[in-house]
């Protein structure tokens, strides 16, 4: 089995921070691309933020310069940092990884997890 925990959602006030993590554990192989999505009520789940195994991120144009996305290989785990935060970023955010199991060596699955309420108002 193979799980993803997200952690750090809340409520913060416009043009505050918030800063996501989301950790992979269980029986793990390897673990290639990592990252966030997000869903608002009415709207389809978007990419938010993604990053290669070797550290290499890429953005939806709404976050650029506002958020940052990492990594740590060695625990398995992506961050999501949030700055300048706006009510448009409202929404249920979740992690995805791209993840081979010990049992299925040379098959990649997306694992996703259960989501973290990120509501931004004053």
């Known amino acids: 089995q193979v799980q993803l925990v997200e952690s750090g959602g809340g409520l913060v006030q416009p043009g505050g921070s918030l800063r996501l993590s989301c950790v992979a554990s269980?029986?793990?192989?390897?673990?290639?691309?990592m990252g966030w999505y997000r869903q608002a009520p009415g709207k389809e789940r978007e990419l938010v933020a993604a990053i290669t195994r070797s550290g290499n991120p890429d953005y939806v144009d709404s976050v650029k310069g506002r958020f940052t996305i990492s990594r740590d290989n060695a625990k398995n785990t992506v961050y999501l940092q949030m700055n300048s935060l706006k009510p448009e970023d409202t929404a249920v955010y979740y992690c995805?990884?791209?993840?081979?199991?010990?049992?299925?060596?040379?098959?990649?699955?997306?694992?996703w997890g259960q989501g973290t309420q990120v509501t931004v108002s004053s």
């Open positions: 269980g029986s793990i192989f390897s673990i290639n691309a």
């Open positions: 995805n990884a791209r993840i081979m199991r010990p049992a299925e060596i040379g098959r990649w699955k997306d694992y």
